[in-house]
């Protein structure tokens, strides 16, 4: 199997889409909104790289690196992605691309645009996020397009980056495999990202949001300063908001995804209303609730001002307060009446909200 | 305006113009004095607007005096609450100022074992405590209503010589009138046998909640301990009951109409439909229209029993309703269900120590919030409706003896002048002259009256002294709403550009029409759609809470009564803004953001 609609998706099948699409698959099977996506398997790619003995050139090419030279290491990388772009992809497997793909535009028009993303085995996982270790490939149009971007997110893998990420965190190169997703894109009005829990602190009762105008790149790569939400998962009240001053969206102009400034009001003002803000909370915490554990979720929302559309492009197991211990605030409080009797010797203070 | 960093003293604080003299309408110990100038000065007093939004008159201050003296005593003498004594209070033209008052830091350590003793007796022992208060708290009601004030006859019955009672009307009503009194100060000498504790498993839960879910919303915290079967509420329950009896009965359109409460009775009394109607009304009146719709601190708060007009007007809303096909049943089942979703979401999300610690304070807290919420209606409602409604009876035989014009007046009259003017009426009646009063009262009544609306006419200042940098008192905090920030935009005063802030008390964003109720007898000019905007609201006016979109208070804690309504109706709501009622008028459009906090007027009238 070398391409798998990612709503045909189980989870006996993991190793071999990848984190990514392993979890946008069990998106979808959890009925969260996700955009239409197929994976090109880790098989495809374990196939394309046998052609011509690519993967034990590979393999050699990665034997004993010293990441601590950051110069030797970019030239070494740079040599072991030309050997993967050298690489053709399998003819079976470019038709099956293009069927799949083919297929994308007979439900959605001409030319669909397609993020390619990379969805390697060893990411997203609970103790190692790989998050931005490998590529994704915007507004990608046309059959041919998508197999050149794929290639690229196979080289990814061999970023010197990514390279030294699987060191620093002990994963052996040659265990690592790449899948690739392709993905319907939305052009949205605003995006960005959520975590169901509040990151400055810990508190699982939150989801904190943030948000910027056009493509949620601004805001995962840190280039615009988003506007922040806290919403509290439970009543679904928001409890915080900073609106900052955006100064740049990316979209999509003439099928180029690009930079524009903004000034004025539209820089000021808040990209998201309360009523979204509940909305993309709902779908983090519906999120959370299917994978049992805290999330760290990407969205988008299209679709006129007054009906939004909110998508999930992405969720992931939130890495940093999930695999700390559990701080109690019970350490010293005895019973219930000492409790009181403290409460009552320094009294907590009210804050307006 | 600009910033200040205290308030003026309370010795610099000026009698308006016609007010001179109104230290006189009030015991000595009631007032800022030269005496007392050094401690005096040296506290920071806030105006209670919740209770006494209006200029207190002599007698009522009664009530003042009952509330803070026992509420003090069941913290500094009988719980010993570690850090706190009690709330002491000065009235200042005509307006109650409170200033909490610590405990000596050195005596902290030794009260808690004492604290922990008796609280502790009363927290394990809390169900069949709370039974026992049901009894005496009814018991207080069942002698209020039993005191008799009686018309002064020329001769007493020939029953009185037959029975060899060998006494009559001039022992009868001294008695009495001592015995009313003392039976209020019972009352209120039990209102606090919980309600400090209450507070303090509350506030010890809230704070747990604070620190484990560090910006969980204060309604969550509510929504998870608030009672499904509250007393407080069945008076609004008997409406919508009634409303729906009178629907079936086939009474709709006779209840639906502007007519007096007077004329639909008449009507209703000719049918046999309409006469059952009349006596289901009858049976919910007793008890449930003892119902202020004030505070029930101000002997002039209209009680629904007294103003039947009022309760009808709320029927003729839900029968309005009903008609247009709607659902006025209170949805007991999804409330519970709310309840339990909440807590359980948020349990689910601790492990540990914490979640034991977690579930055992909602525990208490429920425990204890039954009591927080429905105490109001048995003291403040029914029992403070048959009080007033007694002291009305005995002012009517000082009417009808020359001493006053109406019954109301006597309460124009302090607590302690009543006695004297009892002896000389029962004095004058005994020996069959004109008793003095009734050349000296309706004069001194005038003269007073005057007095106090002269005083009316000055707006109160929100505080007096130097405030605390940060304000730890919890009683302060969770019940009048006093915190560090609200005493912050005290100093600040009016602002000018137009905005408002306080309390986020109730979710959800509204706009519309203000209507600005400074007097809680207004009520009935509420229109639908309008944000309602008062110095604080009552529980009796949730019925037209389902009418208006949201609402403005210029006071109210957490935990004031007003607040716990508002959440239970669900209506979006700020509260604490200080300066509403004399910002907004009638008529202006404002947007309420019951999210936020934030109070904004969009145009004028």
């Known amino acids: 199997m070398r391409v798998l609609w990612l709503d045909q998706y189980d989870e006996t099948q993991h190793a071999q889409v990848g984190g990514k699409c392993a979890s946008l698959g069990a998106m979808i099977a959890a009925g969260l909104p996700v955009p239409p996506a197929f994976a090109v398997t880790v098989d495809a790619f374990k196939e394309s790289m046998r052609q011509g003995g690519a993967d034990e050139r590979l393999k050699d090419a990665l034997r004993s690196i010293d990441i601590s030279d950051v110069d030797a290491l970019r030239s070494r990388a740079e040599e072991i992605q030309a050997i993967v772009r050298s690489v053709k992809p399998a003819p079976a497997l470019a038709d099956a691309v293009r069927e799949a793909y083919g297929s994308l535009c007979e439900r959605l028009g001409t030319d669909v645009p397609v993020a390619v993303r990379s969805s390697a085995t060893a990411e997203d996982l609970p103790g190692a996020s790989f998050a931005g270790e490998h590529d994704t490939y915007l507004w990608v149009r046309g059959a041919d397009a998508v197999l050149a971007k794929m290639v690229e997110c196979w080289a990814s893998l061999f970023t010197d980056r990514a390279i030294a990420y699987r060191e620093e965190m002990k994963f052996p190169h040659d265990a690592v495999f790449m899948s690739v997703g392709v993905q319907q894109m939305v052009e949205p009005r605003v995006s960005g990202v959520a975590m169901t829990l509040n990151p400055v602190n810990g508190d699982r009762s939150k989801i904190a949001i943030d948000a910027a105008w056009g493509l949620g790149e601004s805001v995962v790569s840190g280039e615009v300063t988003p506007d922040h939400y806290v919403i509290d998962k439970i009543v679904f009240e928001i409890v915080g908001r900073t609106v900052s001053k955006k100064e740049l969206e990316v979209v999509v102009v003439d099928h180029a995804v690009m930079r524009r400034p903004l000034e004025g009001e539209r820089a000021e003002a808040s990209c998201l209303t309360d009523d979204e803000v509940k909305a993309v909370a709902r779908l983090a915490r519906k999120a959370e609730k299917h994978f049992g554990r805290p999330q760290d979720v990407e969205w988008a929302i299209d679709g006129e001002a007054g009906a939004p559309v909110v998508h999930l492009l992405q969720s992931r197991p939130e890495t940093v307060w999930s695999n700390k211990p559990r701080t109690s605030v019970s350490a010293g409080v005895k019973g219930g009446l000492e409790s009181v009797v403290s409460t009552l010797l320094s009294p907590i203070r009210v804050r307006k909200p | ?605």
Request: charged share 20%.
């Open chain 2, 1 to 605: 305006m600009s910033k200040m960093n205290r308030f003026s003293s309370p010795f610099d604080i000026e009698t308006p113009p016609g007010g001179e003299g109104w230290q006189d309408l009030y015991s000595s110990h009631l007032l800022f004095s030269e005496d007392r100038k050094d401690y005096e000065e040296s506290q920071f007093w806030f105006r209670d607007s919740i209770h006494w939004p209006r200029v207190i008159t002599p007698f009522d201050v009664t009530f003042t005096e009952y509330a803070l003296y026992s509420l003090s005593q069941y913290n500094s003498r009988h719980y010993m609450v570690p850090p706190a004594l009690g709330v002491d209070f000065r009235i200042l033209n005509g307006y109650c100022f409170l200033t909490p008052v610590a405990a000596n830091p050195a005596d902290i350590e030794g009260r808690v074992p004492h604290f922990m003793e008796r609280a502790g007796f009363y927290y394990q022992n809390w169900n069949e405590l709370y039974d026992k208060w049901m009894v005496k708290a009814k018991d207080v009601v069942a002698r209020l209503e039993a005191v008799e004030f009686a018309q002064l006859p020329d001769m007493v019955d020939l029953e009185v010589v037959t029975s060899g009672a060998g006494k009559s009307h001039m022992y009868d009503h001294t008695r009495s009138y001592h015995a009313l009194i003392d039976m209020g100060l019972e009352l209120w000498q039990y209102h606090f046998e919980f309600l400090n504790l209450g507070y303090a498993a509350y506030l010890d839960y809230f704070g747990f909640c604070k620190q484990v879910f560090p910006d969980i919303p204060d309604l969550a915290i509510a929504k998870m301990v608030a009672g499904i079967d509250v007393d407080l509420f069945r008076p609004d329950m008997e409406l919508r009951k009634l409303s729906q009896r009178a629907v079936e009965l086939g009474l709709g359109d006779r209840l639906n109409s502007s007519a007096s409460f007077a004329e639909v009775e008449k009507s209703l009394q000719e049918s046999p439909s309409g006469r059952a109607w009349l006596a289901e009304l009858e049976d919910a009146k007793h008890p449930w229209f003892n119902y202020s719709n004030g505070s029930g601190f101000h002997h002039n708060d209209a009680v629904w029993a007294d103003n039947m007009d009022i309760p009808l007007s709320f029927i003729n809303g839900y029968v309005g309703r009903l008609v247009a096909g709607e659902n006025i049943e209170r949805p007991t089942a999804a409330i519970i269900a709310e309840r339990d979703r909440v807590t359980a979401e948020y349990t689910d999300l601790l492990d540990g120590d914490d979640r034991a610690n977690f579930e055992q304070k909602v525990g208490l807290a429920r425990l204890v919030f039954h009591y927080v919420e429905n105490h109001n209606f048995y003291v403040e409602h029914w029992g403070h409706s048959v009080f007033w409604r007694k002291m009305r009876e005995l002012g009517s035989v000082f009417v009808q003896q020359g001493f006053f014009q109406e019954p109301d007046d006597i309460f124009y009259l302090k607590r302690t002048e009543i006695p004297d003017a009892l002896m000389d009426m029962m004095g004058a009646w005994a020996v069959g002259t004109e008793p003095r009063g009734k050349y000296t009262y309706p004069k001194e009544v005038a003269r007073r009256r005057g007095i106090l609306e002269a005083l009316k006419k000055s707006t109160p200042p929100p505080a007096l002294g130097v405030p605390p940098e940060v304000v730890t008192e919890p009683f302060t905090i969770m019940l009048w709403g006093v915190t560090s920030e609200s005493i912050q935009t005290w100093l600040g005063g009016l602002s000018n550009d137009g905005g408002l802030s306080g309390f986020a008390a109730s979710p959800g964003v509204a706009e519309g029409p203000a209507r600005v109720i400074t007097d809680s007898n207004d009520i009935g000019q509420v229109q639908d759609g309008e944000i309602l905007v008062a110095p604080l609201t009552a529980p009796s006016w949730a019925p037209i809470f389902r009418r208006i979109a949201g609402t403005v208070t210029d006071t109210g804690g957490m935990m004031s009564h007003a607040a716990i309504v508002c959440r239970e109706y669900g209506l979006p709501a700020v509260t604490g803004t200080a300066f509403a009622t004399q910002q907004i008028q009638t008529g202006m459009r404002v947007r309420v953001d019951g999210n936020s906090g934030e109070v904004t007027i969009l145009g004028g009238p």
